[in-house]
């Protein structure tokens, strides 16, 4: 089994709708991430959470939420999807400490389409 | 804002060649830079972590160097085979808790 799992691995939308992808890591990492990857633009913060009561915003964030339901899941969600946030999206996750300490590990990715 | 390029974008190269993939950025005061592995519409694997106190990694056929002072990382990757063939992105992760990713080298490996 993946050490990072996301869910679902792709999904087709239409704009307006909320949408929810979903992350969940066994390796007891408490940093989670979401990024977006683009043709062109390359991969992208979307937000990022050091622990259950920490939540921080990255680059792009607008029009998007985050859960950190537990050390080990953090799900994704866009409340009005539009077409612009086509993109293929990963989850990852990185230890604190130790001789890894900031090593990431990506999920296999998540390809939405909205249409 | 730190920024990260990787030169060349794309390289063919034939089967048992050595090459090397480099990686610049901008902004030295770093914690760590990471290389990674891409397959087509796959997620990304982590090839070799280098803390910004080390000065190389090695795994395999993979060899990575940092120079922090000049802003350059290399992949080395000896005697390339076909199965090399992917995009390798390097990431460096600095100050405010940021991870910044380069746009890639898409390489081809042909037998």
């Known amino acids: 089994d993946a050490d990072v799992t996301q869910t679902p691995r792709n999904r087709i939308t239409k704009t307006g709708k909320r949408i929810m992808l979903e992350c969940s890591q066994t390796k007891g990492h408490d940093r989670m991430y979401w990024y977006r990857q683009d043709p062109g633009l390359g991969l992208r913060l979307i937000y990022y959470s050091f622990d259950v009561k920490d939540i921080n915003k990255g680059e792009i964030s607008d029009g998007y939420s985050v859960s950190r339901q537990a050390q080990a899941k953090f799900s994704l969600s866009l409340e009005s999807a539009i077409p612009n946030q086509t993109a293929l999206y990963f989850c990852?996750?990185?230890?604190?400490?130790?001789?890894?300490?900031?090593?990431?590990?990506f999920g296999e990715g998540s390809r939405l389409t909205v249409l | 804002k730190q920024e990260v390029t990787q030169i060349p974008a794309a390289l063919s190269v034939p089967e048992g060649e050595n090459l090397v993939l480099n990686c610049s950025f901008t902004?030295?005061?770093?914690?760590?830079l990471q290389w990674f592995r891409q397959d087509p519409g796959k997620g990304l694997t982590s090839l070799l972590l280098i803390q910004s106190s080390q000065r190389e990694q090695t795994s395999g056929r993979l060899n990575a160097s940092l120079d922090k002072s000049s802003g350059r990382s290399t992949l080395y990757i000896a005697a390339s085979q076909p199965g090399d063939s992917a995009t390798y992105l390097c990431a460096v992760f600095n100050a405010g808790n940021m991870l910044t990713f380069g746009g890639g080298t898409r390489l081809m490996v042909k037998p």
């Open positions: 902004d030295s005061a770093i914690y760590n």
């Open positions: 990852a996750t990185s230890a604190l400490t130790g001789s890894k300490a900031g090593e990431l590990f």
